[in-house]
Nanobody, 123 residues
Framework: EVQLVESGGGLVQAGGSLRLSCAAS????????IGWFRQAPGKEREAVTC????????YYRNSVKGRFTISSDNAKNTVYLQMNSLKPEDTAVYYC????????????????WGQGTQVTVSS
């Protein structure tokens, strides 16, 4: 059974940092794309960033470029999202999903999803 478990969310002030983790079980990375998505209240879910666990290539949405960094530890089957310089508009539930297609903006048509972790950024 494929499972993705996110952790690391919380409440932080604007300008602060958080590191999210996504631990995968039931499959090995083997070059799959893994992505982070978020959904704010009243808004559609959007792709934040994703990474190919094979090549390391990554996609970032424009609004997080230079602030967020995605990385993967294939030995631990875990993907991380380091979020710096957080803004109130980053407030959302963050989900990880796999597999995703990095070259298509983290296309997640056939992905498995985690349960999400809340990130709240206060102004």
């Amino acid at each position: 059974e494929v499972q993705l478990v996110e952790s690391g969310g919380g409440l932080v002030q604007a300008g602060g940092s958080l590191r999210l983790s996504c631990a995968a079980s039931g499959f090995t990375f083997d070059g799959y794309g893994i992505g982070w998505f978020r959904q704010a209240p009243g808004k559609e879910r959007e792709a934040v960033t994703c990474i190919s666990t094979g090549t390391g290539s990554a996609y970032y949405r424009n609004s997080v470029k230079g602030r967020f960094t995605i990385s993967s530890d294939n030995a631990k089957n875990t993907v991380y999202l380091q979020m710096n310089s957080l803004k109130p508009e980053d407030t959302a539930v963050y989900y990880c999903a796999a597999p995703v297609v990095v070259g298509f903006g983290c296309m997640s048509k056939d992905a498995f999803w985690g349960q999400g972790t809340q990130v709240t950024v206060s102004s």
